[in-house]
């Protein structure tokens, strides 16, 4: 009695199995997983993108202000850009002011995305997004020294007397 029990147990199993593989649900059950996975894959890749974009646009913003302060010939079209409110609060604000302003902005940003491609870094597998990562720890990297870089060049070396003095002796030659 047992054996039948069994047989007729493994032969509906056999049945549940061979319908289920048959009627191609484990077919697109897996298709549509893999799927889903690449959509990720793709979405998580054009987020990389946009971070690497949005600071390496920054980066050219600020070598071009840097570039600003010792060229008098340099010319922006940005302030075409702002609202006539937005003209009014910058120009009641000291350079200085809105240098500090930029360069607290740009501190809160640059680690909240450090944050971001640490974890990136240290949860995907080894193989995944390696350019794209690299690209964006290269895009960081400048971002951070370059807002650095023209905090120095508007607050620090022009209140910085040696550096006026080898500045002026600069220009002269």
Not at 28 to 40: G, I, K, Y
Not at 60 to 79: G, L, P
Not at 106 to 118: A, G, P, Q, S, T
Not at 136 to 152: M, N, Q, R, V
Request: with cysteine.
């Amino acid at each position: 009695m047992e054996n039948l029990v069994l047989k007729e147990n493994l032969s509906i199993t056999t049945k549940t199995i061979n319908s289920f593989s048959v009627s191609g649900e484990m077919n697109e059950t897996r298709t549509r997983n893999v799927n889903d996975f690449l959509d990720d894959i793709l979405l998580l890749q054009k987020e990389i993108e946009a971070r690497c974009a949005f600071l390496e646009k920054g980066v050219e913003r600020f070598e071009k202000m840097s570039w600003k302060a010792f060229n008098s010939k340099y010319e922006d079209d940005a302030i075409a850009n702002l609202s006539e409110e937005e003209i009014t609060i910058i120009s009641n604000m000291s350079i200085e002011d809105l240098i500090l302003d930029l360069q607290r902005t740009c501190k809160e940003i640059h680690l909240k995305l450090l944050d971001d491609y640490n974890h990136l870094r240290s949860n995907l597998l080894k193989g995944y997004f390696e350019s794209e990562l690299d690209r964006f720890k290269i895009a960081l990297d400048d971002f951070e020294e370059l807002y650095i870089d023209l905090y120095s060049t508007y607050v620090t070396l022009p209140n910085d007397k040696e550096f006026e003095n080898l500045n002026d002796s600069l220009n002269k030659l």
